[in-house]
């Protein structure tokens, strides 16, 4: 966890702790301290960013932010940018984006420039600013040099090398003339114990002899790739030795499977309803004015991984997909319309759904598109109950039956393409 010191200088750990206290920034001119009611509304004439908890911090909204994406940080006028369009849909996010660098370099603009987040890296910011997720991909961790003076500090004080309360005698060379010391005192001085914190106490001040761990690591990592007569020798040494069998693999973080749904107007699941449907098993209608452009949905498949859920990431368009984000696709919403493809990697319906389970959910006792079945068993047919505008939700019961089994569905096709508990796929697609 971060210091308290560290939480005042980083611009990105201020923006999490203002919007966890329920306390907005406020974009200004200048650095001095400005009300609320003075505070600028633009963030294209705007050149600093203020925080008031837990104590006065102002930040220009040019600062480099611990955010990266494509291998430079990103500006906290970008990030604070991205926070408040966090609502709309990507074309109007862009819109803004573009809409406002025009603002930036006009007359009377701050100058600068936002750059665009692409939907992934605004979802992981999302999450993160929102206490959601601790970590992020995209977020360097902090400078570990305060952290590890305070360390090295610390076990000098341990040690009584420096710090912590020094007895003085009344007689002690470089005393002030005539400086004496209450006996009574002194015998408190006495009785008193240097401290030292927990870096002191995990690691100690007794020097410890690793050697040996390096010579069990060059079975690993040896400085030259063994030769083929070498191998057989190597693995022998690596199964004789019990610690080194069940030593623990570092798990990589794993990724967020993708579930991409329809974008067409007839579709009867879309993402102002698909929360409801997948989460809750019940079906209502999509609402046309909603504007949310992605989803996550969290759920466990007992069979990849019976202990974490997984986080599933719905969209309804691949336009700011990067190429790799195609292998994490586990399952495709289809109306059987064909143009829905035109913007994927794999335009054919059958390549598709060789890749990725398909889903059509139509209306019980409507006929199922003729393009659907003629896609054979890479797609899956689901009915539900027609919607009734005079009972509403209740009664819809069998749509937890339908829910399960699409979930069923998508468990096995994930398992069957090497999703597991510590990683997606075993290959790329």
Do not use: C
Not at 58 to 66: K, V
Not at 144 to 169: F, K, L
Not at 246 to 256: E, F, M, S, T
Request: no cysteine; net charge positive; proline share 7%.
């Amino acid at each position: 966890m971060a210091s308290g010191t560290t939480t005042l200088t980083d611009p990105l750990l201020n923006l999490r702790r203002s919007i966890a206290a329920n306390k907005a920034p406020l974009a200004a001119t200048s650095p001095e301290p400005v009300a609320p009611s003075d505070a600028i509304k633009s963030l294209s004439i705007a050149t600093h960013l203020q925080f008031s908890d837990p104590q006065f911090q102002s930040f220009p909204l040019d600062t480099p932010t611990r955010f990266v994406s494509s291998g430079n940080p990103v500006d906290l006028r970008s990030i604070y940018f991205a926070w408040e369009k966090k609502d709309v849909a990507i074309p109007d996010y862009i819109a803004s984006a573009q809409q406002l660098n025009e603002d930036l370099v006009a007359a009377g603009g701050a100058g600068g420039k936002v750059q665009n987040l692409v939907f992934v890296e605004r979802l992981d910011l999302i999450t993160w600013l929102e206490g959601a997720s601790d970590e992020s991909e995209y977020i360097k961790p902090l400078d570990s040099e305060q952290s590890a003076a305070q360390a090295a500090e610390s076990a000098q004080v341990a040690s009584g090398a420096t710090g912590g309360v020094a007895t003085v005698p009344s007689g002690a060379a470089g005393a002030r003339p005539g400086k004496t010391i209450d006996p009574r005192l002194q015998e408190i001085y006495n009785g008193e114990r240097r401290m030292g914190d927990r870096n002191t106490i995990l690691r100690g001040i007794k020097p410890t002899d690793f050697s040996h761990v390096r010579k069990s690591a060059e079975i690993f990592l040896g400085r030259s790739r063994p030769r083929t007569g070498q191998q057989s020798s190597t693995a022998a040494n690596i199964s004789s030795n019990p610690a080194l069998v069940n030593l623990p693999k570092k798990a990589g973080r794993r990724p967020d499977p993708i579930i991409l749904l329809s974008p067409s107007a007839s579709s009867l699941l879309r993402l102002s309803n698909i929360k409801t449907f997948l989460d809750s098993g019940t079906y209502s209608p999509a609402d046309s004015a909603s504007s949310a452009n992605l989803l996550h949905i969290t759920r466990i498949l007992p069979s990849i991984d019976p202990q974490r859920p997984l986080r599933f990431i719905l969209v309804d368009t691949p336009e700011q997909f990067k190429p790799d984000y195609w292998n994490r696709v586990v399952a495709v919403f289809t109306t059987g319309q064909t143009w829905q493809f035109k913007s994927y990697k794999w335009q054919s319906a059958p390549e598709l759904f060789k890749n990725a389970l398909g889903i059509y959910v139509g209306w019980k006792g409507d006929d199922v598109p003729g393009t659907v079945k003629g896609w054979g068993r890479g797609v899956i047919s689901a009915q539900i109950e027609k919607w009734n505008q005079q009972h509403g939700t209740q009664g819809r019961w069998r749509d937890r039956e339908v829910v399960e089994g699409i979930w069923s569905q998508i468990e096995e096709s994930m398992r069957s393409k090497g999703w597991g508990k510590d990683g997606g796929p075993s290959a790329a697609r």
